[in-house]
Every structure is written in structure tokens, then in C-alpha cells.
């Protein structure tokens, strides 16, 4: 059965029927916790609508009948889709093409969340929106066939990328440097990836103001402020958690190299996103990464 809250004044039902895909994921938490108070959101997750499946993904759209789609839902095991690509191609490029047919058949509004890994991390400044992509694994390759589908499936529509995202749920690079801190006083971590870590509650935030405009079949990019390597980042975890005690020690942190670590998958070295775009439709302005790891960190 499909999961809807209802967020509305009293005297009012006059917002949107949004329908949230990947609602268990930690994007699609903080997208729950931060709705609108008028916005009537269905929440779905696998159980509900399974990507994977083409025809029960059609009908249950039928069913539901939104007036805009979130979809958050992807394959994100990105080693793990080096040898599963029918699977990541599926979930993270076919099924967006049939949520995309859907929108546009039905007059529906969508948003389609994708990745910094759609860049080969050649440039050495910000990507921005319209800069050439050049995925270099399957994760990426399909998130950017994704994008192909809303993009040319759906005029009403927006892709927003994001990068290096992490929340209180789920798995992600902050917890699990939290976890792994009190299992081990030595940690390898890879130096040579730039990104921007990205608190998913900001995320989620400039989502909802992004709904709330009328789509132009584009493409934004939205992360936190600032840039900073998995090893450096890595230690400001541990340096915060320490200081706020949610971590008896900060173990001993060892850069690797990225050939070193030997990883399935091949990732960006550099995968910074330019925001200018998007703060000006938004009229928002990034917080800066620190920052936003230390107000997840209070939250814990």
C-alpha cells in the first residue's frame, strides 16, 4: 500500500500531489521531513513502485496521478553496477524514460536527482551545467542516460545534479567513517577525488524551492559550498565528532591514491559543481561544506 502523508493548513488544499520516489533513501528523509505544509506528497520506495519493473512502474504512476515526481531512486551501488549494468541501466536510465512518457502524457511535472559522476574530472574549475560530461563508469554513464530521458521525454522537467551526499540516514561517507573510527586506529582514504560534500537537507531544501518553479527542461547543479578531498574530508569528521565526543579517538589517517585503493568502479578526480545557476533561480546561497557537516554532526 502506498505511503501517503497528507501536509496541508486546514483551510486549504490547494498545493501540489507530489509524488516522492526512493522515500527510504536519504535524500527522499530529508525531502519527507522538510515538505511543504501544503503539499500533499505520496512517499514510495521499492515496495511501493519498483523501478526495475517497466509495467507495474506505468500503472502505479497511473494510479497515483501526480502533478509532480521527485525521483530520487537510483541504482547508487556504484562498484557494484561495473557488473550489473542491466540492473543500474534499468533502474537509472529506462525507468526514468517511462516516468518522463508519463509526465508528459499526463501533464505532470518532474524532477530528476543525478550525479556529479557524469563528469570525467579532467577540468580543474567548477563543472557547470552545460559543461561536456564524459562519464567514466556504469553508475555514471546510466545517471547520464537518465538525464538524456527526462530531459528529452519531458519539457516540464528539471535535472539537478548533486554530489558526494550524506545524511543522518542510510549509508554514506560520513557514517561510515564514524563506524569505522571505532573499529580501527588506522584508516586508508583516497586523496587524489575533489568534491563537494553535500548535506542532504540542503538538498532537499533547494528541491522544494525548485518545485515551486516552472520547469525549462534544464539542468542545475546544487552542493554545498567549498571542495575538499575524501582524505581531508575524512579528517574534519573525525576532528568534529571528537570535539563534539560522539568519537573516543580520531584514528590515523592514510592517503592513498585511487589506483591504490583499487576500486570496481572508476570515479572522478575532480568533480566540483558550479551552484551560480541555480543560486540565482533560487535566490539561495550554498552553505559552506564545514558548516554543513557540523550541523549534521549536532544532530547525531
Not at 168 to 194: C, P, W
Amino acid at each position: 500500500m502506498l505511503n501517503s502523508i497528507l501536509f496541508f493548513p486546514e483551510s486549504s488544499r490547494s498545493g501540489m500531489k507530489v509524488l516522492l520516489t526512493g522515500a527510504q533513501g536519504q535524500l527522499g528523509r530529508c525531502l519527507t521531513e522538510s515538505v511543504p505544509a501544503d503539499t500533499e506528497l505520496v512517499e514510495t520506495d521499492i515496495a511501493e513502485l519498483d523501478l526495475a519493473d517497466s509495467k507495474l512502474l506505468l500503472s502505479g504512476l497511473g494510479s497515483i496521478e501526480p502533478e509532480l515526481i521527485i525521483n530520487t531512486a537510483a541504482y547508487t551501488a556504484v562498484d557494484r553496477a561495473e557488473a550489473d549494468v542491466d540492473a543500474a541501466t534499468q533502474v537509472n536510465e529506462t525507468a526514468v524514460g517511462i516516468i518522463a512518457e508519463y509526465c508528459r502524457s499526463a501533464g505532470c511535472k518532474l524532477i530528476q536527482v543525478s550525479t556529479d559522476y557524469v563528469f570525467d574530472g579532467e577540468k580543474s574549475s567548477p563543472h557547470k551545467p552545460d559543461d561536456p560530461t564524459g562519464p567514466l563508469c556504469v553508475y555514471g554513464r546510466t545517471k547520464l542516460g537518465g538525464e538524456k530521458a527526462a530531459l528529452g521525454g519531458c519539457d516540464s522537467s528539471w535535472v539537478i545534479r548533486s554530489s558526494w551526499t550524506y545524511s543522518e540516514y542510510g549509508q554514506n561517507f560520513v557514517k561510515t567513517m564514524l563506524r569505522l573510527a571505532t573499529e580501527h586506529e588506522q584508516i586508508e582514504v583516497v586523496s587524489d577525488q575533489t568534491g563537494s560534500p553535500t548535506y542532504a537537507r540542503n538538498l532537499a531544501d533547494a528541491i522544494w524551492k525548485l518545485a515551486e518553479i516552472k520547469p525549462a527542461a534544464r539542468i542545475l547543479h546544487c552542493s554545498d559550498a567549498g571542495k575538499v578531498s575524501w582524505h581531508d574530508f575524512a579528517g574534519a569528521i573525525f576532528a568534529e565528532a571528537s570535539g563534539l565526543g560522539l568519537i573516543n579517538r580520531s584514528p590515523t589517517l592514510i592517503p592513498v591514491s585511487s589506483n591504490d585503493y583499487n576500486a570496481a568502479a572508476i570515479r572522478p578526480a575532480y568533480s566540483v559543481l558550479d551552484n551560480e545557476l541555480t543560486n540565482d533561480l533560487l535566490g539561495i546561497e550554498q552553505t559552506y561544506w564545514l558548516d554543513a557537516l557540523r550541523a549534521l554532526l549536532a544532530r547525531l
